[in-house]
């Protein structure tokens, strides 16, 4: 029977994932996209979607603003808007309203829960599922409560039915490294791949690929969301330090894309700026095999892993960082999982700053 579904994205990879299950698992089904403005030029995004044939309709909503209320402001506005979510639409996306069989999202945020508040209104019994993106739900389940929480009370106010507590079903890339028992039946996402000619046309006419957006070689540094979010990690000084081991010619710096300033712009380094294009569609692109990608505990180093099973020699720095940094529990077990599934997969965490070094001039002397 064909259903009806929304997919709301957030992130690029997200949008990736998305079309991966259009295409691969939901061929039978009438599939519409909702994109927020957390992604870059949403606007555009959405037209280049709908020019692909992907979807159907391709909504846009700005909800930036709202999705994670920090302030004791932005959460009674979170619950008026709960509460009035239909004026709320009207004045931030151009949905239309329609009755879905099928909700499917990543981020458990107040938009969520606004836009499930219109939509119970069309279907009390629309399916509630999610799908990942990225490490963080191999972690745990929910890694933002305190705004689930939030969310979940107004509900239960409104006389809603609960969304955490009626997810039916979630779509991974690779079930076997969860760190915990997930309740949820869970559902396998066909990995991606780079001989798949229809996926990747579609990707890269969404994202306006371009080579320039991956010619990137030697070492590579990720840079992570810390200096965007205002968190006291000593990144920038340990990434000048191997830029130093290295040699500025030998080092391309990737920026996070949140990150709004380029902090490495005096280092002499290449500088792999936000294009819009996420890491995983680089590397479906790229070939990164004679490159060494660091860096602190970003799980887009092992993108190329993970989704196309084809490991790039990687350093992870957690261990030799200074300053506020504090891993993600269960993120060594989550690494620990990979590591038994790929025995020969070329990952690296040095205990020093001088192993280190070792293992930059092993990767300088082998090139």
């Not at 909504?59 to 808007?81: H, L």
């Not at 004045?91 to 219109?118: P, Q, R, W």
């Not at 933002?144 to 890339?173: A, H, Q, W």
């Not at 490991?311 to 891993?327: A, D, M, Q, S």
Request: aromatic share 12%; hydrophobic share 35%; net charge neutral.
């Amino acid at each position: 029977m064909k259903r009806k579904i929304l997919i709301i994205v957030n992130t690029c990879f997200q949008l990736m994932t998305a079309v991966q299950l259009i295409q691969k698992k939901f061929t039978e089904d009438e599939t519409d996209l909702m994109l927020t403005d957390h992604l870059p030029d949403c606007e555009h995004m959405a037209e280049r979607i709908t020019e692909s044939g992907v979807a159907g309709h391709v909504y846009t909503a700005r909800c930036r603003d709202i999705s994670i209320p920090r302030t004791g402001a932005g959460r009674r506005r979170a619950v008026f808007y709960t509460a009035f979510a239909g004026a709320y639409l009207r004045k931030n996306t151009d949905f239309k309203g329609d009755k879905y069989d099928v909700l499917m999202f990543h981020n458990l945020d107040s938009f969520l829960y606004i836009l499930c508040a219109e939509m119970y209104r069309k279907n009390r019994d629309i399916l509630l599922r999610r799908y990942e993106e990225g490490f963080s739900i191999y972690l745990t389940f929910n890694d933002r409560p305190k705004t689930e929480k939030i969310c979940e009370r107004i509900f239960r106010m409104l006389g809603r039915r609960s969304i955490i507590k009626n997810i039916d079903r979630v779509y991974l890339y690779h079930p076997e490294y969860l760190t915990y028992e997930m309740e949820q039946p869970i559902e396998r996402i066909p990995l991606l791949s780079k001989k798949d000619r229809k996926y990747r046309e579609a990707v890269n006419h969404i994202f306006h690929y371009q080579e320039k957006h991956t010619a990137a070689t030697g070492i590579i540094l990720f840079e992570e969301c810390f200096f965007a979010d205002g968190t006291p990690v000593e990144d920038q000084e340990l990434f000048e330090q191997i830029i130093e081991y290295a040699g500025k010619g030998n080092v391309t710096v990737k920026l996070h894309p949140r990150n709004r300033v380029n902090r490495f712009a005096r280092s002499g380094a290449s500088v792999f700026e936000a294009s819009g294009l996420p890491w995983e569609a680089a590397q479906m692109n790229h070939d990164y095999r004679d490159s060494l990608f660091m860096t602190v505990s970003s799980g887009s180093v092992l993108a190329s892993l993970l989704y196309f099973d084809e490991c790039i020699p990687t350093v992870f720095l957690y261990k030799v960082i200074g300053g506020g940094f504090r891993l993600k529990e269960n993120y060594e077990a989550y690494l620990q999982k990979i590591f038994e599934k790929h025995p020969d997969a070329r990952i690296f965490i040095p205990d020093t700053r001088e192993e280190l070094k070792q293992i930059i001039k092993e990767y300088a002397d082998g090139r």
